[in-house]
């Protein structure tokens, strides 16, 4: 270019800088200065846009000015000059110098380019591919394309898509970094042959535009070509590595969130959804659980966000229901159990459908029929060997497997053997998985079988047999469990042990015919001393119940309540801590919604639970506390408890009258709120201390902390007059009216049954003692005869550790007994 030419260039765009009559919106070709641009050649237009381009990287704070020459330069683009690899390069590198200075230099928490470059840069793409067509794209501009996509993509969340289609269009790896299965992604392919890496590019690039609900025929038909160059086993590898690392952090933050570790790019998801779609053409045991652990990952629940990305875990559960093995039943029982959310259980119900009718199964017989048994040949056994080691998996309860090694010679060895490790590292995995998996659905199996109170289930004698008590994984819960067997008109609760069932007096159970009913023992109704019985039985033969069962607590009809008619005002007035009282409501199929401070409504509300096998619906009355600051999501921090009501599904709004709600139905229900109030209370906080909040804060907390007891506290009484005899503190201990007394060394400890808080005579001084900041106490063979209860261990592992206060070296709590008021 001569002297001349470069002078009328600049001289062109300094016409265009110096122009100041321009006005939104516009045109380019009317703008005066345009006319001699648009009078050059094509070749010449080409130095005008390296030009404006040159300029834009000089002009940092003129927004109007930058907007305006963006505008000239993309025009000038749109019409597919013939700009060669130097001139593509020097453009690229224009356009990423102001991102520099300005990340560099000033506001680093601004965006980076204006609005008018993003809103153009399908034409950068046009002009990336009308170059790529005649032309090879160099590894350089490869990288600077990538590196104004890394710089955009920081800063310009809401146009991921427009970002990912000038990788697309660049040849780059379509994968977004700034994830942790991203990042190790990117990694993954980068390293492998050129050859691979392009099959994989093409994948990807496929997978990209899984922007439906359900793949497409066509997307089938492509995405099975690339899939078959890739390699089954490679694919198969690269999703068991992948899929498991979305759940983890961003390892890039995006600009503008406060919380960002949730955050998937949009493109990312669309990859995802097309991998996910593409593990239907697998059947392997690692490939469905993955794509379950994703549809978990991507169903969970973000504070201030919500669900993290539904389309993702939708897309995991078309997947699994399209995929006919056992073990896909498995996860969709987990994620159907797991997963609250409205949209998921619609989603969830489709894949059971499909599986339906594939297998000619109905919904009910698919439920307890397809359960997964993870290789267990006997109820809680499997048995696995490798070379001339025998390895055995034996579930003792819902939360505890244990594996044991046996040598050739059939005597045990504690560790895994070192044979193991190297000639079968794959099947041991395996082997471990198997009981991470069989302790994730044992969880799920154990609420489905307690939801059959309220489900009013029976079974006959065969079926329970076949699905329950001998299945090979539901068989560790039915076997702990108590059953009622209806035979000649007489209803006789039984147990098994020691291969039958017996009855509390260890009487074998007789006349049971393939047609017998069975149902889920319940004790309400029955006679205090049978209740007795069984309680005494499971602590003398040391057997512990999935839930609690002979220890259910019994919720029955009071005056008070006989007087209100049509609502219960046994739980009112607690204060309870929002959103574990939400979280709590979903676990317990209560539908609820968190009380916002922008919300236009009341802050009342009501928590519900249908009860549809008994055309009834439960309702639990709540009100937010307003006179305390909202979280930063908007959430009020605490509520106010208030009524318990009942109403029929045809007429919701109308409360019916207790006494005609079924003793079952009322005791269970009450049941619940008891759970939601002894846990999400604000006087369960061993960290609440006297002027935190408002008195009546501080008020009801020591109320609550140390006050009457509730049914739950009233069992945990009654199992404690039982179990504290047994135990090795019993001479230190004695069980009252609401405490259970302890003697140490140094002091005289009061914790209360209900809340597990410790007062210490003689002064009533309060003692904290946080869970998980002690030392382990002597607890681990103290045997209770359920699971599930956390504030009965620990209860008695503040006792163990008090009962020995003199032994006690945590400083925080020797402070404390130290400490004596001015009173004492």
Not at 185 to 201: E, F, G, N, V
Not at 389 to 414: C, H, M, N
Not at 488 to 500: F, L, N, R, Y
Not at 765 to 772: E, R, W
Request: hydrophobic fraction near 40%.
């Amino acid at each position: 270019m001569t002297r001349k030419h470069f002078d009328e260039i600049t001289s062109a765009v300094q016409l265009l800088v110096e122009e100041q009559n321009w006005q939104y919106p516009y045109t380019f070709q009317t703008i005066k200065s345009a006319k001699p641009i648009l009078a050059m050649s094509s070749a010449e237009q080409v130095l005008v846009v390296i030009e404006i381009a040159r300029q834009l990287s000089q002009t940092q704070e003129d927004w109007q000015l930058i907007s305006h020459l963006e505008e000239a330069l993309f025009e000038l683009l749109s019409r597919r000059l013939p700009i060669g690899h130097d001139d593509l390069l020097l453009l690229l590198e224009l356009l990423i110098e102001p991102a520099d200075v300005w990340d560099r230099e000033r506001h680093r928490n601004y965006f980076h380019y204006s609005y008018t470059l993003i809103k153009n840069l399908p034409t950068l793409v046009n002009t990336i591919e009308s170059y790529s067509k005649d032309n090879e794209l160099t590894s350089e501009l490869q990288s600077t394309v990538g590196t104004l996509c890394s710089k955009l993509e920081h800063g310009h969340i809401y146009y991921r898509r427009e970002i990912s289609q000038l990788r697309i269009a660049s040849q780059l790896l379509p994968i977004v970094p700034g994830e942790a299965w991203s990042d190790v992604a990117i990694s993954d392919l980068l390293a492998l042959s050129t050859s691979a890496q392009s099959d994989w590019k093409k994948l990807l690039i496929i997978c990209a535009n899984a922007k439906q609900s359900k793949p497409s025929a066509k997307w089938k038909r492509i995405s099975a070509a690339a899939l078959e160059k890739v390699g089954h086993e490679d694919f198969r590898q690269a999703i068991v590595r992948w899929f498991p690392l979305v759940d983890k952090p961003r390892t890039q933050p995006i600009r503008h969130y406060e919380d960002q570790s949730h955050l998937l790019h949009e493109v990312n998801v669309d990859i995802l959804k097309g991998l996910v779609w593409l593990c239907t053409n697998f059947e392997t045991a690692d490939i469905v659980r993955a794509v379950g652990a994703l549809g978990l990952s991507a169903y969970r629940r973000v504070k201030g966000v919500g669900e993290r990305c539904v389309r993702l875990g939708n897309a995991c559960v078309w997947c699994l229901g399209q995929i006919p093995t056992e073990e896909t039943m498995g996860q969709l029982a987990i994620l159907k159990a797991k997963v609250k959310y409205r949209g998921a259980q619609r989603e969830i119900a489709k894949a059971l459908t499909v599986i339906s009718n594939r297998t000619g199964q109905s919904l009910e017989a698919l439920a307890e029929e397809a359960v997964p048994t993870y290789g267990l040949s006997e109820v809680g056994k499997r048995q696995e060997q490798f070379g001339d080691f025998t390895a055995t998996l034996s579930v003792v309860d819902t939360q505890t497997i244990e594996f044991a090694w046996y040598r050739p010679d059939g005597k045990r060895q504690k560790s895994v053997p070192k044979f193991v490790k190297e000639h079968h590292p794959n099947e041991l995995k395996a082997l471990k998985q198997a009981g991470k998996d069989i302790k994730k659905l044992l969880s799920v199996q154990c609420d489905l079988i307690e939801s059959s109170y309220l489900q009013r289930r029976t079974w006959t004698y065969a079926t329970w047999c076949k699905n329950y008590l001998n299945h090979p994984l539901i068989g560790i819960l039915a076997r702990r469990l108590i059953w009622q067997f209806h035979i000649q008109e007489q209803t006789i609760p039984a147990i098994w042990w020691q291969g039958q069932l017996v009855t509390t007096e260890g009487k074998p159970l007789e006349k049971i015919q393939p047609d017998t009913t069975v149902d889920l023992w319940h004790p309400l109704n029955m006679a205090t001393e049978q209740v007795l019985a069984w309680r005494s039985w499971l602590l003398d033969h040391r057997v512990k119940q999935p839930f609690k069962q002979a220890h259910r607590e019994i919720y029955l009809l009071t005056d008070a309540e006989k007087t209100t008619n049509t609502y219960s005002n046994r739980f009112a007035a607690h204060i309870i801590k929002q959103h574990q009282f939400n979280s709590l409501c979903r676990s317990r199929e209560w539908e609820n919604y968190l009380i916002l401070s922008f919300d236009c409504r009341e802050p009342g509300s009501q928590a519900r639970r249908q009860l549809s096998e008994w055309s009834l619906q439960a309702e639990f009355w709540i009100e937010a506390i307003v006179d305390n600051a909202e979280d930063p999501y908007g959430a009020y921090p605490y509520l106010s408890t208030d009524q318990v009501r009942f109403s029929t599904t045809d007429a919701p709004n109308t409360p019916i009258s207790l006494s005609d709600v079924p003793k079952l139905v009322f005791s269970e229900v009450l049941r619940d709120v008891d759970l939601f109030v002894g846990v999400a209370s604000i006087g369960n906080d061993p960290n609440w201390r006297p002027g935190q909040q408002q008195e009546r804060y501080n008020t009801y907390w020591q109320s609550y902390s140390f006050g009457q007891l509730s049914e739950t506290a009233k069992t945990r009484q009654q199992l404690f007059e039982s179990l504290i005899p047994r135990l090795k503190i019993a001479d230190c201990c004695q069980v009252t009216e609401r405490f259970l007394v302890v003697q140490g060394k140094l002091r005289t400890y009061k914790i209360h049954l209900g809340s597990g808080n410790i007062l210490m005579e003689p002064n009533d001084q309060y003692l904290c003692i946080v869970p998980g900041r002690t030392s382990k106490s002597n607890t681990t063979n103290v045997f209770l005869p359920f699971e599930g209860d956390g504030t009965t261990a620990i209860i008695l592992s503040k006792a163990f550790l008090l009962a020995a206060d003199d032994k006690i070296n945590d400083p925080t709590i020797v402070s404390q007994l130290k400490l004596r008021s001015l009173s004492a």
